[in-house]
Structure formats: structure tokens, C-alpha cells
């Protein structure tokens, strides 16, 4: 494999995607702010560097995945950024979840180089990213997707070219207003069973064989239940991306009440200090205006 890869940003999704690269064969060079994040990658073969400028200058693909718009523009524009290490020729991928429009900004602004870029979200949380099993959404210029696609195929199952420079990361806003309202959907009716003396888990197993299924219900549900919400993506980090959606809809007059609604739900969690949560929380402040609590004195499942 002649590409070599860079990487930037080494948090709950990045970690496992980078071992993954590693184990299939390519070299990677890695930067995080934490150095303590680097070093057990380090200790499965990757180079650790000291700043995403020294990425990119060893790299010919630098992949970026941080938290927040912001984040990416610094990672990538900023002091000792990505920019200042690139050359022509290079690619420049962003599997972050930022606003479209500052993608955009940061693909023209990297092209006056010779450096091409793709916004390539995903979404599969945590284990999809160990199983290599994520869906990537990615926005660009078509050669420089297939450029990329041996990378993708590492990484995810379900790889789609949606369109031009931030039509990754629109598809990706799209994928969280569903995902959020489909939580508080199941929420309400795992908690509407439990108010009326029924046992949500049976309800939940019913309505899986049934039109209502989902793989919220099955997975979200669960955790809903067991009140497991140990992160496979972090509240605070939903929150963002409804934000991102909800400016988006603003800007272009588009009218999404009940995705303002479910982003009020995480307002409320991340505001009782949750935010590090799976988003599954999303009960949580749910169970509050009930006075139902889905882990109290739940009868055992039917077999």
C-alpha cells in the first residue's frame, strides 16, 4: 500500500478506526492533544507526531475527525495546522460532523493548493467503528472518492458518494434529526407501556417483529431499558450536530418543529451535566416529566 495515511483526532471513533488501518496494512501517522491518546497506537504501529502540521508533511491522506466545526478549522486552517504541511496532490478527508458550510470554505480554500478534500461523516457509533462496519457519507469530487474508496472499504460497509463539496456532511444531518426523533419516539413508547402496568420489554420485543421496528428500537431500546447509557456517542456531541441541523433549517426556511423538539430533550440532558452519556439518555429528561422511570420495579420478560 503506497498511501500513507495521516490521521488526527483519536477519540471513541478514532481510536478503533485507527487500529483498523493499521491492521490492514497501512502506515499511519497520528497527532492528538492528549499525548497519553497516542500511545497505545503507537504501541500497535503507528508514528505519533507533535502537531497536525508534521502529519500532513509525512502523509499524502490526512484524515480528521474532532468534535466540533470549530475544532476542524483549527485542526486544518489554523497555527500548525494541516495547510501549512500539505502540498499539492495531497487529499484531505474530514470524518468529522461540522457544518456543511465551513467544509465548503475549507475545500476551496485547500484547492488553491492543489489539495483535494472530501467531507466523509459516518454514522455506527463505537462498534461500528472496532467492526469496521460504519456508514460513510461523502461529499467531494468524485475522483478524489475513488481515490479514497480502499480506505472506506476498511472502515465502513455502506459507502455513498452523495454529492459535491458538504453533501457528506447534509447527509449526516439528515442521519441525526432521524436518529433523535426516533429515540424520543421509543422513549415515549417504552414509557406509555410502563405507565399502564405493561412490560416495555415485551412491548419493545413485539414491536420488533412488527412495521414499528428499527434499528433504534432494537439497540437504543435496549440500553433504554437496562438504563445502560455507556457512550457509543456522547450526548454533547447529538446536541452539536441538532444545533448544526437547526441552523441549517434556519438558514434555508426549512420548518423541522419536532427535530427542535428532540433537541430540547438533549438541551435538558447535557443541562443536568449528562452530556458524556450515550445519547440514548435521551430518556432520561423524558422520565422527569413522566415521573416514570423504566429501570423501577420492571417485571421479568416473557418467554
Known amino acids: 500500500m503506497t498511501e500513507k495515511i495521516g490521521f488526527i483526532g483519536l477519540g471513541i471513533m478514532g481510536h478503533p478506526i485507527v487500529l483498523n488501518l ?32 508534521s502529519v500532513a508533511e509525512q502523509t499524502d491522506i490526512i484524515i480528521t ?20 504541511g500539505v502540498e ?22 485547500l484547492a488553491v493548493l492543489g489539495v483535494e478534500m472530501l467531507d466523509a461523516p459516518v454514522s455506527g457509533g463505537e462498534k461500528g467503528a472496532v467492526a469496521g ?14 481515490r479514497a474508496r480502499p480506505i472506506f ?18 447527509a449526516k444531518t439528515c442521519n441525526q434529526v432521524l436518529i433523535s426523533q426516533t429515540m424520543v419516539a421509543v422513549s ?25 421496528s428499527s434499528r433504534i428500537l432494537e439497540l437504543h431500546g435496549q440500553r433504554m431499558l ?17 444545533r448544526i441541523a437547526l441552523q441549517t433549517a434556519h438558514e434555508l426556511g426549512v420548518a423541522l ?13 447535557i443541562g443536568s451535566g449528562l452530556g458524556d452519556l450515550d445519547s440514548s439518555a435521551i430518556l432520561l429528561p423524558q422520565e422527569q416529566l413522566s415521573g416514570i422511570s423504566l429501570s423501577d420495579d420492571t417485571p421479568p420478560v416473557s418467554e
Not at 499539492?88 to 480554500?109: K, N, P, Q
Not at 472499504?153 to 447534509?170: M, R, S, T
Request: aromatic share 6%.
Open 22 to 53: 493499521c491492521k490492514a496494512g497501512y502506515s499511519v501517522w497520528i497527532y492528538a492533544r492528549r499525548p497519553e491518546l497516542m500511545e497505545p497506537l503507537v504501541m500497535a504501529g503507528a508514528t505519533a507526531c507533535t502537531s497536525p502540521q
Open 226 to 242: 437496562d438504563h445502560n447509557f455507556e457512550p457509543g456517542f456522547k450526548a454533547k456531541l447529538h446536541q452539536k450536530d441538532m
Open 188 to 212: 415515549e413508547a417504552l414509557l406509555l407501556a410502563k405507565a399502564a402496568g405493561v412490560n416495555p420489554a415485551n412491548v419493545r420485543r413485539a414491536l420488533l417483529g412488527g412495521f414499528a
Open 133 to 146: 462496519t460504519l456508514s460513510i457519507m461523502v461529499g467531494g469530487k468524485i475522483e478524489a472518492f475513488e
Open 153 to 170: 472499504e476498511v472502515l465502513g460497509q455502506n459507502i455513498i458518494h452523495i454529492g459535491d463539496h458538504g453533501a457528506g456532511q447534509i
Open 65 to 84: 475527525m474532532v468534535s466540533d466545526t470549530s475544532d476542524v478549522e483549527e485542526v486544518i486552517l489554523g497555527e500548525y495546522g494541516v495547510i501549512q
Open 88 to 109: 499539492a496532490g495531497d487529499l484531505v478527508i474530514d470524518m468529522s460532523s461540522i457544518a456543511a458550510s465551513m467544509t465548503r470554505h475549507i475545500a476551496a480554500t
Open 257 to 269: 418543529p419536532c427535530a427542535a423538539i428532540a433537541a430540547q430533550y438533549l438541551n435538558a440532558l
